[in-house]
T-cell receptor
Framework: DAGVTQSPTHLIKTRGQQVTLRCSPK?????VSWYQQALGQGPQFIFQ???????QRGNFPDRFSGHQFPNYSSELNVNALLLGDSALYLC???????????FGNGTRLTVT | QKEVEQNSGPLSVPEGAIASLNCTYS??????FFWYRQYSGKSPELIMF????GDKEDGRFTAQLNKASQYVSLLIRDSQPSDSATYLC????????????FGTGTRLLVSP
């Protein structure tokens, strides 16, 4: 039974570029949430997708956008990258209304 | 006031001792409480979750919840060097969607 899978594992981008991160939820899960974790901090909620719609959003600018596909997989897009976007990006899945969240291994994004 | 507060540590305990990790939260409507373990460079891994006041035990781990005091704790009995990691406390609010709010984590060091 595959857990949450994320790709790529590492990514290096230049300021101003755009990036797309991908996530496949754990088998049987239908909800995907994205978190950003800066070094030494706890994960910060970006947004959550359920039934292909953004259901809740954290305090992140519009540069951060996402999508959920009919197979429940999801993408996180970040435009106009800033140095401060360098972080570990975590995808987590769950079955709506049933906790808890299960995290993928994350994508380490470095913006230079 | 931060929504979820943890002492950043490090908390140092000798092998075989009991490690006590604490967390306070500000939203009285919070319903679900989680402890995640995160090794350096890795993603968070769920250890325990608790919904009701009192204690919940799972092997060497005990989660304690006191909603009146807005306090959650994690006890690790017979601590092992492999328990050395950052422990994240996370709280779920009272909405229908599972936004988890994380603390910054407590770093635990277990010495042989």
């Amino acid at each position: 039974d595959a857990g949450v899978t994320q790709s790529p594992t590492h990514l290096i981008k230049t300021r101003g570029q755009q990036v797309t991160l991908r996530c496949s939820p754990k088998s049987g899960h239908d909800t995907v949430s994205w978190y950003q974790q800066a070094l030494g901090q706890g994960p910060q909620f970006i947004f959550q997708y359920y039934e292909e719609e953004e259901r809740q959003r954290g305090n992140f600018p519009d540069r951060f956008s996402g999508h959920q596909f009919p197979n429940y997989s999801s993408e996180l897009n970040v435009n106009a990258l800033l140095l401060g976007d360098s972080a570990l990006y975590l995808c987590a899945s769950s079955l709506q209304g049933v906790s808890p969240l299960h995290f993928g291994n994350g994508t380490r994004l470095t913006v230079t | 006031q931060k929504e979820v507060e943890q002492n950043s540590g490090p908390l140092s305990v000798p092998e075989g001792a009991i490690a006590s990790l604490n967390c306070t939260y500000s939203d009285r409507g919070s319903q679900s409480f989680f402890w995640y373990r995160q090794y350096s460079g890795k993603s968070p891994e769920l250890i325990m979750f608790i919904y009701s006041n009192g204690d919940k035990e799972d092997g060497r781990f005990t989660a304690q919840l006191n909603k009146a005091s807005q306090y959650v704790s994690l006890l690790i009995r017979d601590s092992q060097p492999s328990d050395s990691a950052t422990y994240l406390c996370a709280v779920k609010g009272n909405t229908g969607f599972q936004k988890l709010v994380f603390g910054t984590g407590t770093r635990l060091l277990v010495s042989p």
